[in-house]
C-alpha cells in the first residue's frame, strides 16, 4: 500500500534561515511526487511537482529513490512562506493522490 | 468564475440527516475527485470521475456515501444517514486530464451533530 509520511507537525524557523519539509514515501514502483501548499484561509494549491525539477518561490525538491524521500528545502525563508505544506504522491498516469498529514511552517520576522 | 466553486461552505447536520454537497469544476475539465479531510489529517481519496464515468470510488468509506456527474459537469458528493464520524472538510478538485495539475475547491466543512 502506498503511503506518505511528514514527521513534523510543526516548524518554526527565523526569516532569513534555511528551513527543509521532510517527506518520506512507500511505493513499489516509480511515483510521480508532488508538494502542495495552502497559506491561510485559502484553497490548497500545487507548489511544485518532481517531474518538472523546477524552483517555485525558491523551494525545490528533489527526489530520493534510494532515500524513498522528496523533501522540500527552501535556502533563505520569508514570512509570506508560512502556511501548510502537503506531500503527494500519485501512482503512475493515475490523478488520484495520497497525501501526508501535512507540516504547518511559522516563519518568524 | 475561474476556479473551483463548491457549495455550501459550511454545512451544520443532524445525525441520521442526508446531506448533498456541490462542485462546480472548471470549465472544460474532464476529471474530478473527491476527498476528504478529517481534522490534523491531509485529504484522503474518496472518488474519481472522467468525464461522466465514475471510474474509481475505492475511497468512499460505505454505501451510505454516493457521487455522480450526470452530465460531466457538475458534481454532487452525497451522504445518506450522516454520522458524527463523517465530520469533515470534503474537497473537490478538477484537472484537464488525469495526469495534469489539479485545482481545489475552497471545501465543503461539514459538521454532524
Known amino acids: 500500500a502506498q503511503r506518505v509520511t511528514q514527521p513534523e507537525k510543526l516548524l518554526s524557523v527565523f526569516k532569513g534561515a534555511p528551513v527543509e519539509l521532510k517527506c518520506n514515501y512507500s511505493?513499489?514502483?516509480?511515483?510521480?511526487l508532488f508538494w502542495y501548499v495552502q497559506y491561510s484561509r485559502q484553497r490548497l494549491q500545487l507548489l511544485l511537482r518532481?517531474?518538472s525539477r523546477e524552483s517555485i518561490k525558491g523551494f525545490t525538491a528533489d527526489l530520493n529513490k534510494g532515500e524513498t524521500s522528496f523533501h522540500l528545502k527552501k535556502p533563505f525563508a520569508q514570512e509570506e512562506d508560512s502556511a501548510m505544506y502537503y506531500c503527494?504522491?500519485?501512482?503512475?498516469?493515475?490523478?488520484?493522490?495520497?497525501f501526508g498529514d501535512g507540516t504547518t511552517l511559522t516563519v518568524k520576522p | 468564475g475561474a476556479g473551483v466553486s463548491q457549495s455550501p461552505r459550511y454545512k451544520v447536520a443532524k445525525r441520521g440527516q442526508d446531506v448533498a454537497l456541490r462542485c462546480d469544476p472548471i470549465?472544460?475539465?474532464?476529471?474530478l475527485f473527491w476527498y476528504q479531510q478529517a481534522l490534523g489529517q491531509g485529504p484522503e481519496f474518496l472518488t474519481y470521475?472522467?468525464?461522466?464515468?465514475?471510474?474509481?470510488k475505492s475511497g468512499l468509506p460505505s454505501d451510505r456515501f454516493f457521487a455522480e456527474r450526470p452530465e460531466g459537469s457538475v458534481s454532487t458528493l452525497k451522504i445518506q444517514r450522516t454520522q458524527q464520524e463523517d465530520s469533515a472538510v470534503y474537497l473537490c478538485?478538477?484537472?484537464?486530464?488525469?495526469?495534469?495539475?489539479?485545482?481545489f475547491g475552497q471545501g465543503t466543512r461539514l459538521t454532524v451533530v
Open positions: 478538485a478538477s484537472s484537464l486530464g488525469l495526469v495534469t495539475e489539479a485545482f
Open positions: 511505493y513499489s514502483g516509480s511515483p510521480e
Open positions: 518532481h517531474i
Open positions: 503527494a504522491l500519485n501512482p503512475p498516469n493515475a490523478g488520484k493522490s495520497t
Open positions: 470549465s472544460g475539465h474532464v476529471s
Open positions: 470521475f472522467q468525464n461522466e464515468a465514475q471510474l474509481d
